[in-house]
């Protein structure tokens, strides 16, 4: 029983979680416009859990501290092993512009002068691709404690015709 309510509930915040990981829709992001030079700080991301069986690995990222934004002013990161490419190379005093969210503080886009330095689309496929991941871990967590409920309740074994003792 406990096999089945763990994968029905890991399922269930998989497919929850995948729901999350979606990319947002390109109307939905606020744009930020900043100067350059733009503060950026290229820190290593440790991920993965203490079990012995789960992956552990680190990345690097960027984190950009966006202050033209107002009241969405705070620190943004591109999508995980997405960079933000040439934003050392921005001439001081050109116009970058973000467009970002800020309930997930993700970059998804980075212009400056006509020139993309990171694109909706790459951070869109990235994204989509973290979303097919996780829903298929959710899916498959939630058939293992479907599977397990049934089989507990034995839903698999109704109408079968009972098999006659040996004589």
Do not use: C
């Not at 979606?22 to 440790?46: C, D, F, N, W, Y």
């Not at 800020?102 to 790459?122: D, F, M, Q």
Request: aromatic letters at 12%; glycine letters at 12%; proline letters at 5%.
């Amino acid at each position: 029983m406990a096999f089945s309510a763990f994968g029905l509930g890991l399922g269930l915040f998989m497919l929850a979680a995948a729901w999350w990981k979606g990319p947002t829709a390109r109307e939905q992001l606020v744009l930020v416009e900043e100067k350059a030079p733009v503060i950026v700080e290229m820190p290593l991301v440790s991920y993965g859990g203490l079990g012995a069986r789960q992956t552990r690995g680190t990345y690097r990222t960027q984190e950009i501290r966006l202050y033209g934004a107002g009241r969405h002013s705070g620190l943004y990161r591109p999508a995980r092993n997405l960079w933000v490419d040439d934003l050392d190379r921005v001439p001081s005093g050109q116009k970058v512009l973000f467009r970002v969210d800020p309930a997930t503080s993700l970059i998804y886009e980075a212009t400056s002068n006509g020139k993309v330095l990171l694109s909706y689309e790459r951070t869109a496929a990235r994204l989509n691709e973290q979303f097919w991941q996780i829903l298929l871990i959710g899916l498959g967590l939630l058939a293992f404690g479907l599977g397990w409920l049934a089989k507990l309740t034995g839903f698999f074994g109704r109408g079968r015709p009972a098999s006659a003792a040996p004589p």
